[in-house]
């Protein structure tokens, strides 16, 4: 995906990838997560949606509104029935207040915002079981998501600036500032 256009590669053959097809995304394209058959592609404004059914042809399926939004940087992760966004409102991102958002995606057609927890300066996410994983310029929050659609803050660790993280098997890698930490999440 680049700023407004999601690119389909064939990688039959890894070492020489080909361009299948190029589907408008919408504009201001950030982050892309895939999600079972779906994708959920975050940009400064709102998540869209696309169905994977036809994998070299993505059809876009609906889009996710956060009503507080005008304009903010916005990375997304799904998990069941419900996706989370941070909505980043520094600099060129725009917006009065940073959000963690939760969509209900059970009716994937009509998301639905659920909830939101103010952050100060979100950037990337991810999960791992019951625990959703939210970085920001001044720390990392750590969020119960047992009750997925109402997030509970049981964490925040403030020993520098987190960009992004994945959960990998028992182990939280961070991207930080400076380089990477790890972290144990058995």
Known sequence: VDKSKL???NIA??????????????FEIETIYPFKDKLFIGSTSVVHIFSLDDPESPKKLSTA???????????VVAKDSVAYATLRTNGPC??????????DIRDISNPVQKATYPVNEPYGLGYAD?????CDRYGLYVFNIRNAFNPLAVNKFTDGWYLDVIPYNNTLICQVQDGLTLYDIT
């Open 130 to 134: 019951t625990a959703l994983y939210v």
């Open 94 to 103: 725009g917006g009065i207040q940073s959000i963690l958002a939760t969509y």
């Open 13 to 26: 053959d890894a070492a020489n990838p080909v361009l299948k097809n190029t589907v408008e995304a919408g």
């Open 7 to 9: 690119k389909v590669f």
């Open 65 to 75: 509104v956060s009503p507080e939004v005008i304009r903010r940087c916005d990375p």
